[in-house]
């Protein structure tokens, strides 16, 4: 039998658009930075991630739950009231439903 080590890759956006999907596997406090989350996530082409979160990003994760299919979007940089850069997404959850495709006659 041959082992395969699982090393998961982080996650870290750079360009604004940058974007991730996948089906978030794990949910649980940072070991890293305590006062954020971190994420795991297996991707549409099967590649495990993790994301450390941050005061926005864990806003947007509180009503995801594991097992729900999803999409992250970095909106790019902010400043915070104190004055430091911040990063900004927005996290969408795959409702469930068909995608509809309304094409013009």
């Not at 395969?4 to 996650?11: G, S, Y």
């Not at 604004?16 to 082409?45: M, N, V, W």
């Not at 909106?75 to 009231?81: A, C, D, E, T, W």
Request: glycine share 8%; net charge neutral.
């Amino acid at each position: 039998m041959a082992y395969q080590k699982i090393e998961p890759k982080n996650w870290k956006p750079e360009t604004q658009g940058d974007c991730i999907e996948g089906t978030l596997t794990a949910k649980a406090p940072s070991l890293r930075y305590p006062e954020t989350q971190q994420y795991g996530l297996l991707t549409i082409k099967g590649e495990n991630f993790t994301i450390f979160g941050s005061t926005i990003l864990d806003d947007r994760m509180e009503h995801v739950n594991v097992g729900n299919k999803i999409k992250m979007v970095f909106n790019g940089l902010i400043k915070n009231k104190k004055g430091q850069d911040t990063k900004t997404f927005d996290v969408f959850v795959d409702d469930g439903k068909p995608e509809v495709i309304k094409v013009n006659p």
